[in-house]
């Protein structure tokens, strides 16, 4: 059974798609069965792993059809709107790009992760809270639905959460056995911290209440570090003390910690991103290839798997 993480922060630009994206890589490259769905309708890690190209030959830009974007995570949620089942649209095998990476190398097969899938978004998304508004029917459990159709068939399910905490986070969060939360060691992202745990919170809550599931706070996720700055290693002492204001008041799990291995700036994730590809197979050699296997090592030990 698939383990399905969601990667969030309501802080924008911390890094949530670039630690996705690696995650995945890293893990599929140890020959894990992984799935990245993208939750964002910037569609950020679609691009990221699918190359601009390869994007928009699947959802052209010109194409003005109403149902442009029904390979994409949007129909997901429109078909779990829609009453006549005539009507759903929603297709796992036109919608999952199997092992998207490999497609992506300028048609050959010199990096080949086949092990990793994604479900695309469009930017279509967006559309979504204006069209759930009147939909009242477990509005949170739409995503989870669709996840347990296909938990089995991977050893990981990981989603790149967007900017926000509206209905794509709270389905992601809700289908989810853990959460990361990636930031930046820094002032302005810290302090959004509470706001987030207890948006959060609320989320995890209603599914303890309906299903009598967990949620975890599997850790949090310092990148973009630069030790030669003091403000980002002041910043990494005072995420530790947050964290445990939050474990002693009970508002995240009581072992939830900010992970040891931390992701450093590096000019290499970005290149890397930058050639659609997961930085262990674009600079296999490199430091930032090895502190993201190091997480990979310690997530795994956090959820013992
Ligand atoms: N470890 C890293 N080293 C260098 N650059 C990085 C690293 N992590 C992320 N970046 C860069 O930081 C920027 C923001 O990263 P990313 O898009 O992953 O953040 P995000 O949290 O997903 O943003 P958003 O909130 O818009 O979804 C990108 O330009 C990305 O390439
Ligand atoms: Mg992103």
Redesign the pocket.
């Known amino acids: 059974m698939g383990v399905v993480i969601s990667f969030i922060?309501l802080k924008?630009?911390?890094?949530?798609?670039?630690?996705c994206a690696n995650v995945a890589g890293e893990l599929a490259r140890e020959n894990r069965k992984v799935l990245v769905i993208d939750a964002?309708p910037?569609a950020?890690i679609s691009t990221l792993l699918m190359g601009i190209k390869k994007y928009h030959e699947k959802f052209n830009p010109n194409n003005q059809s109403d149902d442009y974007y029904k390979d994409s995570i949007y129909q997901i949620f429109l078909d779990a709107m829609e009453e006549n089942e005539e009507n759903k649209k929603f297709n796992f095998d036109t919608a999952i790009i199997k092992s998207v990476v490999s497609k992506t190398v300028q048609g050959t097969e010199t990096h080949p992760l086949t092990h990793l899938d994604l479900l695309p978004a469009t930017h279509h998304l967006m559309q979504l809270e204006q069209k759930i508004v009147n939909y009242v029917r477990s509005r949170f459990a739409i995503l989870e639905r669709f996840i347990n159709l296909i938990k089995n068939e991977y050893d990981f399910i990981l989603i790149d959460c967007?900017?926000n905490i509206y209905t794509t986070t709270h389905n992601s969060l809700y289908a989810s056995d853990y959460y990361i939360i990636?930031t930046i060691p820094d002032y302005l992202s810290i302090s959004g911290f509470p706001l987030l745990i207890n948006s959060l919170n609320r989320t995890i809550d209603i599914k303890k209440e309906e299903k009598n599931e967990r949620v975890i706070l599997a850790g949090v996720l310092v990148?973009?570090m630069d030790m030669r700055i003091n403000v980002h290693k002041d910043g990494l002492e005072s995420i530790k003390r947050v964290l445990r204001y939050f474990r002693q008041n009970g508002l995240v799990d009581e072992n939830a910690v900010v992970f040891e291995s931390v992701?450093?700036?590096?000019?290499d994730?970005?290149n890397a991103?930058g050639n659609h590809l997961p930085v262990c197979v674009d600079k296999p050699r490199s430091n930032?290839t090895m502190e993201y296997m190091k997480l990979c090592k310690e997530i795994l030990e956090r959820i013992s798997k």
């Open positions: 922060n924008g630009g911390v890094g949530k798609t670039t630690c964002d910037q950020n967007p900017p990636p990148n973009l992701i450093t700036n590096k000019v994730v970005k991103s930032s």
